[in-house]
């Protein structure tokens, strides 16, 4: 089942997100279940602010958990994080 998993950064975190990002990469490749995932960023592109990821998992109990456990959320980045059900309908799917 894909669930969206929608950041947004505390403010003015670039630096906390930076220190952490090489964990949070190597703990959702090593999760194996990112279909499409990035950063949000400045409308510049120049900041990122935020994160999208969409995973296939067994139910929203597994999403839950591995959002818990994203370093990220674990460093404190993330004012606010939001998982949804999502039903893939436009674009290639890999």
């Not at 003015?12 to 990112?34: I, M, S």
């Not at 935020?50 to 404190?76: F, H």
Request: glycine share 6%; with cysteine; proline share 4%.
């Amino acid at each position: 089942m894909l669930f969206c998993i929608q950041c947004t950064d505390k403010p003015d975190a670039l630096e906390l997100r930076l220190a952490n990002r090489d964990a949070h990469l190597n703990y959702w490749a090593e999760a194996d279940c990112v279909k499409i995932g990035g950063p949000f960023t400045s409308d510049d592109g120049t900041v990122m602010n935020g994160s999208l990821l969409v995973i296939d998992v067994a139910d929203r109990a597994k999403a839950e958990a591995l959002a818990q456990n994203d370093p990220y959320k674990l460093a404190g980045l993330f004012a606010h994080v939001d998982i949804r059900a999502w039903k893939w309908l436009l674009g290639p799917q890999a």
